[in-house]
């Protein structure tokens, strides 16, 4: 019985969440509000307009590509991005991480919710 319980509590949150990859996993995320999400360890998560990548070719060209604003540059080709324009970031990651010019692509999680 907890055994079923424990698969229970475990498919449903992933039955009514967006899935997204990231480096090859799927990562379930239930829409609550704006930017906040449940994630599949049931805390609460934000999601920042700007997200993290890590490239094999020069930035330049991502930032063409995908109408990236460069944000930060990290060492080792890492940097923080975000749109030009208002889009599903989520959406906007996994095509960046998908892309064969891409190491990966992250979403930018605020773990600290503040209360509204």
């Known amino acids: 019985m907890l055994r079923f319980i424990f698969w229970l509590l475990l498919i449903i949150p992933a039955a009514f969440a967006d899935v997204y990859s990231y480096k090859g996993q799927d990562v379930y995320l239930q829409k609550l509000e704006d930017d906040r999400y449940l994630n599949d360890k049931g805390h609460v998560v934000g999601i920042s307009d700007n997200?993290?990548?890590?490239?094999?070719?020069e930035i330049a060209?991502?930032?063409?590509?995908?109408?990236?604003?460069?944000?930060?540059t990290y060492s080792n080709n890492l940097y923080k991005v975000r749109p030009k324009f208002k889009t599903d970031v989520l959406m906007l990651i996994e095509k960046v991480d998908a892309d064969s010019l891409t190491?990966?692509?992250y979403p930018n999680f605020i773990k600290k919710i503040q209360a509204r």
């Open 51 to 57: 997200f993290f990548i890590k490239l094999d070719t």
């Open 103 to 105: 190491q990966y692509a």
């Open 61 to 72: 060209v991502i930032l063409e590509k995908y109408d990236l604003l460069l944000v930060k």
